[in-house]
């Protein structure tokens, strides 16, 4: 049975070692003896067994002894953890293909395809003066008015409910995967802006107001201007700048933001996502299927209809 | 002595030396000097380097004949190993249908399957019995050659691989040559370790190895009386085995060059004629005395508590020390002991598989003891040997 593990151990360390390729070499065909019920010539197992005893001698005699006495159950045991062993890697594959992470959606555990945690990095809220707390709950859409929310891209009924901040070096890396999204896919993408920095909460303002005024189309170039720039607080020269680029008046806009209706809209936009438990950014829902942190393309084309 | 052999500092414990030989110093350097200074072609071309090359090739056979104490360095043809010397008889020597070889039941692949092949041409191969121990029986022998007057050549093994025992070669040869038989002997494991006499013993032919008697791997000798090598077809032919050729005929070169086909392992050739010195230097007669008195050591610590193979009297034995336990699988054996205590031994029927089957031997573990072992390395060894019984008991 140990000539299954040595196939699968030294066929990969063989890609990298002749001498290993030598053992692998003699596990397959070990393996496919058994596999047409004839015995194995090779006796790696045999080989295998003896020198894990001579080596354990040197260390404990008991275990020694008990090794070789017992050495077809600890295969046994090996063979079952392998099994495990494989199980799991196909499953963390299948999350990683399907989630971008290995243990699932969004979690945070160490993803050894992934292993600096890329795919899952996010702007938390609660480390900035303008954070809300973290909710520790299942992210869900069920709740949320998204009418409340401007429509980046009005498509098909695909819903990508897209959560990001202007500052959020990871919001900024998911845009242009989004507008890939919309270019080929034509998704209808609502966009949610939640500030992570407290200077930046007229931005929400100015969206509002652009979205309201112009529509999606505007808004669109306003946020291609504001994920490319690093935009990291809303003051006279960003806001102006920003405006410019889209070719809009600051003044106009400035009146705008400071009418009660956009303060109060700016306002139920925030306690709406905060009330979703939403703890980063990006979040994105694809048909109310969350995402945290920013994911490949193709994670975000499989939640798709 | 032990320092003249590197690899034994690498704190190893080798009695494998039936298998393979370690190499001192001297043999390894003479290989170094081929290389750095005379590495070309001898024979061919007509350059210093290739003349110097001519000399050492000459020196080395001169060494060999010294050896064997042969008459002539012309009755040296250099092989690969024993297995092509014995091949080159048994394909050269002139048989026909319906003669005979005699072998024992004890042989080496080496000396068993190119006999076995020549059945096809209808040589019949007889198989001469072996006492219950291994030795030799001389009144069957003559029996066996008068029941079978058809046998034109016998070929046995000088000393076994799997029991040490060497055979009464002086006294198998008289009786043969008795009935006009010839007698090849393969002394791949005696040489390394008595001295062998070809004139003493008269003997016909006689192939050995240079990795088992301290010399390089790939060179071996095949002895001849001249009159007989004169009488041998060449086996292999090619280039350096002829004077001249046409588009329809060949002249062949005389012995040993006849024999001698294509360019040589002249690394070889040299670095075996320095082993050659080298253990003429030591004297084998004393290498035998060494091994025996290890032997004696390992018999009596363990005799009752494994199964020998060969007789139990050590001095019959010589370096050999094989064994088997009831129930253990001796390739479990052998591998524990190698990577517990770093002792190379080696596990298997040793290439004499038809006597195992007759025998209906399970596989042994074989320590073949050598020169450079000690008395402190056979003690550890017994220990070692005496932990892993208990372990796999």
Redesign the interface.
């Given at each position: 049975m140990i000539c299954i593990i040595a196939l699968i151990v030294f066929g990969i360390l063989g890609i990298f070692s002749l001498s290993y390729r030598r053992i692998a070499i003699e596990a397959f065909d070990c393996v496919f003896r058994r596999l047409v019920l004839r015995k194995c010539q090779s006796r790696l197992d045999q080989r295998a067994r003896s020198q894990i005893t001579g080596k354990l001698m040197k260390v404990s005699k008991p275990a020694a002894k008990f090794t070789y006495k017992y050495f077809h159950v600890i295969e046994f045991i090996f063979i079952i953890l392998l099994i495990w062993s494989i199980v799991q890697t196909g499953i963390s594959g299948y999350n990683f293909y399907v989630y971008g992470n290995c243990n699932g959606p969004n979690e945070d555990g160490f993803c050894i395809f992934d292993p600096t945690g890329h795919n899952s990095e996010i702007s938390p809220l609660n480390q900035l003066s303008c954070s809300t707390e973290e909710v520790d709950k299942e992210l869900s859409l069920d709740q949320l008015n998204t009418s409340l929310f401007p429509v980046l891209n009005q498509g098909d009924d695909n819903i990508v409910f897209f959560i990001g901040c202007y500052e959020c070096e990871y919001t900024r890396e998911t845009y242009p995967v989004i507008k890939k999204l919309i270019e080929k896919e034509n998704p209808t993408v609502i966009f949610a802006h939640l500030p992570i920095n407290h200077d930046l909460e007229s931005f929400t303002e100015y969206g509002n107001c652009i979205f309201e005024k112009e529509g999606s189309t505007k808004l669109m170039e306003f946020n291609d201007y504001m994920f490319s720039n690093q935009v990291d607080q809303c003051t006279v020269d960003t806001c102006s700048a920003a405006l410019t680029h889209v070719n809009l008046d600051l003044a106009a806009y400035t009146e705008c933001i400071g009418l009660n209706a956009s303060v109060q809209l700016a306002q139920e936009q925030f306690n709406a996502l905060t009330a979703l438990g939403v703890y980063g950014t990006p979040t994105i829902f694809i048909n109310g299927e969350p995402f945290v942190g920013p994911k490949p393309y193709r994670v975000y084309k499989r939640a798709l209809k | 002595m032990r320092e003249q052999f590197k690899v034994l500092q690498k704190n190893i414990i080798y009695v494998d030396s039936a298998c393979m030989s370690l190499r001192p110093d001297c043999v390894i350097n003479k290989i170094k000097e081929y290389y750095e200074e005379y590495p070309v072609c001898a024979g061919r071309s007509n350059h210093k380097l290739a003349n110097t090359l001519v000399t050492e090739v000459l020196r080395a056979r001169k060494l060999i004949q010294k050896l064997l104490n042969a008459k002539s360095e012309k009755e040296i043809i250099f092989t690969k190993n024993t297995t092509e010397g014995l091949n080159l008889v048994a394909n050269s020597f002139k048989l026909e249908e319906g003669d005979a070889v005699l072998i024992t039941e004890k042989e080496h692949n080496s000396n068993l399957v190119p006999w076995l092949k020549l059945k096809e041409k209808g040589i019949q191969l007889i198989i001469q019995k072996l006492n219950d121990d291994g030795t030799f029986n001389l009144a069957e022998y003559k029996t066996t050659l008068e029941n079978n007057p058809n046998i034109k050549l016998v070929s046995f093994h000088h000393a076994s691989n799997i029991d040490g025992v060497i055979i009464p070669a002086k006294e198998i040869i008289q009786i043969a040559h008795k009935s006009g038989i010839k007698v090849l002997l393969d002394a791949a494991q005696s040489l390394p370790h008595i001295t062998v006499d070809v004139k003493k013993l008269d003997v016909d032919f006689l192939a050995f190895s240079g990795h088992k008697m301290m010399g390089p791997s790939g060179i071996g000798v095949l002895y001849g009386k001249t009159e007989e090598l004169n009488k041998l077809d060449p086996f292999l032919v090619g280039g350096e085995t002829v004077t001249d050729t046409t588009h329809d005929s060949v002249s062949y070169e005389q012995v040993p060059e006849k024999f001698e086909a294509g360019l040589q392992n002249y690394a070889g050739i040299v670095g075996l004629g320095e082993a050659a010195k080298f253990l003429m230097k030591t004297n084998p007669d004393k290498i035998h005395k060494h091994e025996v008195s290890l032997n004696k050591i390992l018999t009596e610590r363990l005799k009752d508590r494994v199964t020998l193979i060969g007789p139990e009297d050590p001095e019959l034995r010589g370096g050999i020390f094989n064994f088997y336990i009831e129930n253990i699988?001796m390739?479990?054996?052998?591998?524990?002991?190698?990577?517990?205590?770093n002792i190379a031994t080696r596990s298997g029927q040793h290439c004499v598989h038809s006597y195992y089957n007759a025998k209906n031997l399970p596989v042994s573990t074989r320590i073949s003891l050598y020169i450079y072992n000690t008395e402190e390395e056979v003690n550890k060894i017994v220990d070692e040997v005496e932990?892993?019984i208990e372990?796999?008991s």
């Amino acid at each position: 049975m140990i000539c299954i593990i040595a196939l699968i151990v030294f066929g990969i360390l063989g890609i990298f070692s002749l001498s290993y390729r030598r053992i692998a070499i003699e596990a397959f065909d070990c393996v496919f003896r058994r596999l047409v019920l004839r015995k194995c010539q090779s006796r790696l197992d045999q080989r295998a067994r003896s020198q894990i005893t001579g080596k354990l001698m040197k260390v404990s005699k008991p275990a020694a002894k008990f090794t070789y006495k017992y050495f077809h159950v600890i295969e046994f045991i090996f063979i079952i953890l392998l099994i495990w062993s494989i199980v799991q890697t196909g499953i963390s594959g299948y999350n990683f293909y399907v989630y971008g992470n290995c243990n699932g959606p969004n979690e945070d555990g160490f993803c050894i395809f992934d292993p600096t945690g890329h795919n899952s990095e996010i702007s938390p809220l609660n480390q900035l003066s303008c954070s809300t707390e973290e909710v520790d709950k299942e992210l869900s859409l069920d709740q949320l008015n998204t009418s409340l929310f401007p429509v980046l891209n009005q498509g098909d009924d695909n819903i990508v409910f897209f959560i990001g901040c202007y500052e959020c070096e990871y919001t900024r890396e998911t845009y242009p995967v989004i507008k890939k999204l919309i270019e080929k896919e034509n998704p209808t993408v609502i966009f949610a802006h939640l500030p992570i920095n407290h200077d930046l909460e007229s931005f929400t303002e100015y969206g509002n107001c652009i979205f309201e005024k112009e529509g999606s189309t505007k808004l669109m170039e306003f946020n291609d201007y504001m994920f490319s720039n690093q935009v990291d607080q809303c003051t006279v020269d960003t806001c102006s700048a920003a405006l410019t680029h889209v070719n809009l008046d600051l003044a106009a806009y400035t009146e705008c933001i400071g009418l009660n209706a956009s303060v109060q809209l700016a306002q139920e936009q925030f306690n709406a996502l905060t009330a979703l438990g939403v703890y980063g950014t990006p979040t994105i829902f694809i048909n109310g299927e969350p995402f945290v942190g920013p994911k490949p393309y193709r994670v975000y084309k499989r939640a798709l209809k | 002595m032990r320092e003249q052999f590197k690899v034994l500092q690498k704190n190893i414990i080798y009695v494998d030396s039936a298998c393979m030989s370690l190499r001192p110093d001297c043999v390894i350097n003479k290989i170094k000097e081929y290389y750095e200074e005379y590495p070309v072609c001898a024979g061919r071309s007509n350059h210093k380097l290739a003349n110097t090359l001519v000399t050492e090739v000459l020196r080395a056979r001169k060494l060999i004949q010294k050896l064997l104490n042969a008459k002539s360095e012309k009755e040296i043809i250099f092989t690969k190993n024993t297995t092509e010397g014995l091949n080159l008889v048994a394909n050269s020597f002139k048989l026909e249908e319906g003669d005979a070889v005699l072998i024992t039941e004890k042989e080496h692949n080496s000396n068993l399957v190119p006999w076995l092949k020549l059945k096809e041409k209808g040589i019949q191969l007889i198989i001469q019995k072996l006492n219950d121990d291994g030795t030799f029986n001389l009144a069957e022998y003559k029996t066996t050659l008068e029941n079978n007057p058809n046998i034109k050549l016998v070929s046995f093994h000088h000393a076994s691989n799997i029991d040490g025992v060497i055979i009464p070669a002086k006294e198998i040869i008289q009786i043969a040559h008795k009935s006009g038989i010839k007698v090849l002997l393969d002394a791949a494991q005696s040489l390394p370790h008595i001295t062998v006499d070809v004139k003493k013993l008269d003997v016909d032919f006689l192939a050995f190895s240079g990795h088992k008697m301290m010399g390089p791997s790939g060179i071996g000798v095949l002895y001849g009386k001249t009159e007989e090598l004169n009488k041998l077809d060449p086996f292999l032919v090619g280039g350096e085995t002829v004077t001249d050729t046409t588009h329809d005929s060949v002249s062949y070169e005389q012995v040993p060059e006849k024999f001698e086909a294509g360019l040589q392992n002249y690394a070889g050739i040299v670095g075996l004629g320095e082993a050659a010195k080298f253990l003429m230097k030591t004297n084998p007669d004393k290498i035998h005395k060494h091994e025996v008195s290890l032997n004696k050591i390992l018999t009596e610590r363990l005799k009752d508590r494994v199964t020998l193979i060969g007789p139990e009297d050590p001095e019959l034995r010589g370096g050999i020390f094989n064994f088997y336990i009831e129930n253990i699988d001796m390739h479990n054996f052998s591998s524990i002991l190698d990577s517990k205590a770093n002792i190379a031994t080696r596990s298997g029927q040793h290439c004499v598989h038809s006597y195992y089957n007759a025998k209906n031997l399970p596989v042994s573990t074989r320590i073949s003891l050598y020169i450079y072992n000690t008395e402190e390395e056979v003690n550890k060894i017994v220990d070692e040997v005496e932990k892993v019984i208990e372990l796999l008991s």
